[in-house]
């Protein structure tokens, strides 16, 4: 029964920290308008990162997050990541659309893991929340690890796809041109997200 209970409140927690706004959910917007899949694509490169990163926690290395160094110098490269990819995305966005065309599928698995590695807040919330989580699952054993991994990636891949599929719908029943409009607006929020990682690595840094 604490078992069950356990995963029952990770999964609330997990969904809470995935449904935020943020880098993800525009890239995943973004890509999920001309890829219907996109977003189960975006969560497989999100895994690649994570599943690692949860054995990493439990066995000490969740403690560097925890370093403002550390935190300051993911900011920075994320910051940048952010904006070459904001800025990519406009240019795309120029590109004339063919007909039943598809983009590869290295694309969005690698925008995953790059959003993964990138995103400092992503790193923070393992190093607190996540490192609670994945503490007290170890606690209860290996198959309650095991489950718990399962279940914060499946809420992942649940949300993500559920964002791609919502944009893909959308453009479907309006067009091209909303494909269009709904890629600038990703776009622009990966810029945004990017200014706002650059600032406050920044600001962090100068402090110190």
Known sequence: MGLIVFLMQAVVISFSGVMAPGPMTAVTLGLGARNRHAGALVAIGHGIVEFPLMVL?????????????????????????????GVTMLQAVKKPLLA?????????????????????????????????????????????????????????????????????RGSKLFGRRSQRIVQAICASALLFFGVVFLFNSIRDLIGM
């Open 57 to 85: 926690i439990i066995v000490g290395v969740g403690k560097l997050f925890a370093f403002p160094t550390f935190r300051i110098s993911v900011g920075l490269a994320g910051g940048v990541m952010l904006i070459v990819m």
């Open 100 to 168: 039943g065309s598809k983009p590869g599928h290295r694309g969005p698995v690698v925008t995953g893991i790059l959003m993964s590695l990138g995103n400092p807040y992503f790193l923070l919330w393992w190093a607190t929340v996540g490192l609670a989580l994945a503490s007290r699952a170890a606690s209860l054993g290996v198959l309650a690890f095991v489950l718990f991994a399962i279940l914060h990636w499946i809420c992942d891949l649940i949300w993500l796809e559920v964002l791609s599929w919502a944009s893909h």
